[in-house]
């Protein structure tokens, strides 16, 4: 019953996830054109987000899920929080090709204070600010990276150049999985990974699965499923080898009963 319920999980988690991504490509197509190169695209988003369309008003925008691409492209309060924001934006940007991921800025106690998102763009990964429409870049018009904003006079020149932009968010101390929130201080989880597998936050699109509800619920499922499937067949093996106790053999029954049900009765004289 578990697998059983497991497998359907995954198959509804399969059509949610296929329908987010007929959402975004269609989103994405009548703001993006595709002839255009990466930067350009990113600019085509930005404009967007700048423009303020006819966009809906949540009277409890605590209440929306803010993981729901749908949500995050409609209502206003979301476009102006930092994270969904970024996360609007990266799902844009994906649907258009591009490669992205969000980057969070932390303070020095390793707490969240801004969120932004990085796109390759000719082999380096350039920060863009949803929050605040922009690419950032430096007084020539190059766009920089994180590595080139933890240097304080780049990160002083290409954040006065933006209007209201915050000084205290710094790139000095950053990570793009956030390991802290979870119980026990992350289980000293990014310690033993950094040790086992360096690089391990870069090499795998965490973005993906953590921004977007449905696609982490299909991960879930899928990874459920397999779980499940391996102990059955363990169980199975054991009761074969070990219990020698005879199965219900439900695949052997219903083939059985369908070739009952559809085969001609023989008619004896």
Not at 99 to 112: E, G, K, Q
Not at 158 to 179: K, W
Not at 193 to 199: A, C, K, Q, R
């Amino acid at each position: 019953m578990l697998l059983a319920t497991a497998f359907v999980a995954m198959l509804y988690s399969c059509a949610r996830e296929y329908s987010v991504r007929r959402y975004l490509d269609g989103f994405s197509d009548a703001i993006v054109p595709n002839a255009l190169p990466a930067e350009q695209k990113v600019e085509a988003i930005l404009n967007w987000m700048r423009a303020e369309p006819s966009r809906a008003i949540a009277e409890n925008p605590d209440a929306l899920g803010k993981r729901d691409p749908e949500m995050t492209l409609t209502y206003r309060q979301l476009l102006n929080v930092c994270g969904t924001a970024t996360n609007a934006f990266l799902n844009l940007a994906r649907s258009s090709d591009l490669r992205v991921r969000r980057l969070l800025l932390l303070t020095p106690d390793r707490r969240t204070k801004h969120v932004v998102a990085e796109v390759l763009i000719e082999e380096r990964w350039i920060i863009v600010d949803p929050t605040y429409r922009v690419i950032m870049k430096d007084a020539r018009g190059h766009y920089l990276t994180r590595s080139e904003l933890r240097n304080p006079a780049v990160f002083s020149e290409a954040a006065g150049a933006i209007p209201n932009y915050p000084q205290e968010y710094t790139y000095d101390q950053f990570a793009h999985v956030r390991l802290a929130r979870l119980p026990l201080e992350g289980l000293h989880l990014r310690r033993l990974l950094d040790t086992v597998y360096p690089g391990w936050d870069e090499s795998v699109d965490w973005s993906l699965l953590l921004e977007r509800e449905s696609f982490f619920y299909l991960v879930l499922s899928a990874a459920a499923t397999l779980l499940f499937l391996l102990l059955r067949v363990l169980l199975a093996w054991y009761a074969d080898s070990r219990l020698r106790i005879p199965r219900f053999r439900l695949r052997q029954h219903a083939v059985r009963a369908g070739a009952a049900f559809f085969s001609a009765p023989e008619i004896k004289e």
